[in-house]
C-alpha cells in the first residue's frame, strides 16, 4: 500500500502560480495530477512516467508543468498563469503497473491522495 500526501494549495489571484507537491511512501510507476471542481467530473491534468516522459491536458499544456524525484518518490506540478476556471480540488494519483490502462483515466490509478484546494480568483 502507498500513501499520498499532497501540499501546496491555496488562493492565489488569476495569472498568478502555485506549486503542489505529493510525497509517496513507495516506489510508484506513474504519478498524475487530477482536479474536480464543483459538480463536475474528475479530470485529468497531468501525469509523469518513472521514466520522465510527461503528459498534459490541452487545457493545462504550456501553463502547467510536471515533475517527480524518483529517489524522494515525490511528484511536483507548477502551476502559472493560473486561471478561475483552474479553480478545484486537486488530487495526485499513483499507478503501480506498468502499461496497463490509460493514464488519462481516473480508474487505472492505485492510490490517491485526499485532495487539496486550487482556488483562483477574479
Known amino acids: 500500500q502507498v500513501q499520498l500526501i499532497e501540499s501546496g494549495g491555496g488562493l492565489v489571484p488569476a495569472g498568478g502560480s502555485l506549486r503542489l507537491s505529493c510525497a509517496a511512501s513507495?516506489?510508484?510507476?506513474?504519478m498524475g495530477w487530477f482536479r474536480q471542481a464543483p459538480g463536475k467530473e474528475r479530470e485529468f491534468v497531468a501525469v509523469?512516467?518513472?521514466?520522465?516522459?510527461?503528459y498534459y491536458s490541452e487545457s493545462v499544456k504550456g501553463r502547467f508543468t510536471i515533475s517527480r524525484d524518483n529517489a524522494e518518490n515525490m511528484a511536483s506540478l507548477q502551476m502559472s498563469s493560473l486561471k478561475p476556471e483552474d479553480t478545484a480540488v486537486y488530487y495526485c494519483?499513483?499507478?503501480?503497473?506498468?502499461?496497463?490502462?490509460?493514464?488519462?483515466?481516473?480508474?487505472?490509478?492505485?492510490?490517491w491522495g485526499q485532495g487539496t484546494q486550487v482556488t483562483v480568483s477574479l
Open positions: 494519483a499513483a499507478d503501480k503497473n506498468t502499461g496497463v490502462g490509460s493514464l488519462r483515466v481516473p480508474a487505472t490509478y492505485d492510490y
Open positions: 513507495g516506489r510508484t510507476y506513474a
Open positions: 509523469i512516467i518513472w521514466g520522465g516522459n510527461t
